[in-house]
């Protein structure tokens, strides 16, 4: 019973910015590596950027400089904010995180609804 759910996404002009949020909840016991990935249409999912639970931090070359993840493990939650977004940003953000449960001695590979981001020009 563990959940990824995510907030934050809408729609914003070029220029703008957006905070996503993604809180994990349920059974865990830890959780070690969170991310977020996106979805455009007609397009692979792709990695963004991700957070260890140590603050490690990884970012796609189309988003550095200009996106920054953070995390609060207290919260069980990542955080991806993004400034100077633009029209190429526009798709369906999904957070990830292999967890594990309380039941669980391995990690399963968790994912979020997506929240849309979309990036008028």
């Known amino acids: 019973q563990v959940q990824l759910v995510e907030s934050g996404g809408g729609l914003v002009q070029a220029g703008g910015s957006l905070r996503l949020s993604c809180t994990a909840s349920?059974?865990?016991?830890?959780?070690?590596?969170m991310g977020w990935y996106r979805q455009a249409p007609g397009k692979q999912r792709e990695l963004v950027a991700r957070c260890t639970s140590g603050g490690s931090t990884n970012y796609a070359d189309s988003v550095k400089g200009r996106f920054t993840i953070s995390r609060d493990n207290a919260k069980n939650t990542v955080y991806l904010q993004m400034n100077s977004l633009k029209p190429e940003d526009t798709a369906v953000y999904y957070c990830?995180?292999?967890?594990?449960?309380?039941?669980?001695?391995?990690?399963?590979?968790?994912w979020g609804q997506g929240t849309q981001v979309t990036v008028s020009s």
């Open positions: 990830n995180a292999p967890i594990q449960t309380l039941r669980s001695k391995y990690y399963a590979n968790y």
């Open positions: 349920g059974s865990i016991f830890s959780i070690e590596t």
